[in-house]
Antibody, heavy 121, light 112 residues
Framework: EVQLVESGGGLVQRGGSLRLSCAAS????????MHWVRQSPGKGLVWVSR????????KYADSVKGRFTISRDNAKNTLFLQMNSLRAEDTAVYYC??????????????WGQGTMVTVSS | QSVLTQPPSVSGAPGQRVTISCTGS?????????VHWYQQLPGTAPKLLIY???NRPSGVPDRFSGSKSGTSASLAITGLQAEDEADYYC????????????FGGGTKLTVL
């Protein structure tokens, strides 16, 4: 079964750092653009970041730019999100998601189960 | 405030038809960018429901359909069932944002 499994979430103090991982299985990871999407408790989905298939290009939402870094290791089929200078408003479930191989700006067809990040003040 | 506007909630009785709107602007849907729809059941990860405006992934019932016109898109659900009760999100691409991918605020569907 095609799968994404996130890990690395937890409780961290304001100003601290955390590194999320997303392990991909049963598909050609190196062919797909990948994304991080977050959801604060009781709120909607918010796009966070994306990385191209070869890792050469990244983009970020304004709310995390300069603090978060997306990266990938295609040899290990793993996506990462390094989160620094964490704020209370970064508290959320973080999902990794695969972008379809199709049109430009295509849909996210595979999602992980999510990992919870809680930033305490 | 989301770039894509959805009604916070819709409701319908079993067997009825409901629609969920997603209103954008000239920098996203109106610029010709595709709209995708996701269903999020309580306590679970989102699931792709409609991609590229009108297409259903394998396994999604044909009770679900999508459309797009001008600066808006819609998700229609016919033959409403209890298990359709969930949150629904539209998503597109926006040229005015540095990051570019945007979600609607989400719509809670209640099956009466």
């Amino acid at each position: 079964e095609v799968q994404l499994v996130e890990s690395g979430g937890g409780l961290v103090q304001r100003g601290g750092s955390l590194r999320l991982s997303c392990a991909a299985s049963r598909f050609t990871f190196s062919s797909h653009w990948m994304h991080w999407v977050r959801q604060s408790p009781g709120k909607g989905l918010v796009w966070v970041s994306r990385i191209t298939s070869d890792g050469s290009s990244t983009k970020y939402a304004d709310s995390v730019k300069g603090r978060f870094t997306i990266s990938r290791d295609n040899a290990k089929n793993t996506l990462f999100l390094q989160m620094n200078s964490l704020r209370a408003e970064d508290t959320a479930v973080y999902y990794c998601a695969r972008e379809r191989l199709g049109a430009a700006a295509d849909a996210f067809d595979i999602w992980g189960q999510g990992t919870m990040v809680t930033v305490s003040s | 405030q989301s770039v894509l506007t959805q009604p916070p909630s819709v409701s319908g009785a079993p067997g009825q038809r409901v629609t969920i709107s997603c209103t954008g602007s000239s920098s996203n849907i109106g610029a010709g960018y595709d709209v995708h729809w996701y269903q999020q059941l309580p306590g679970t990860a989102p699931k792709l429901l409609i991609y590229i405006n009108t297409n259903r992934p394998s396994g999604v019932p044909d009770r679900f359909s999508g459309s797009k016109s001008g600066t808006s898109a819609s998700l229609a659900i016919t033959g409403l069932q209890a298990e359709d009760e969930a949150d629904y999100y539209c998503q597109s691409y926006d040229t005015s944002l540095s990051g570019s991918r945007v979600f609607g605020g989400g719509t809670k569907l209640t099956v009466l």
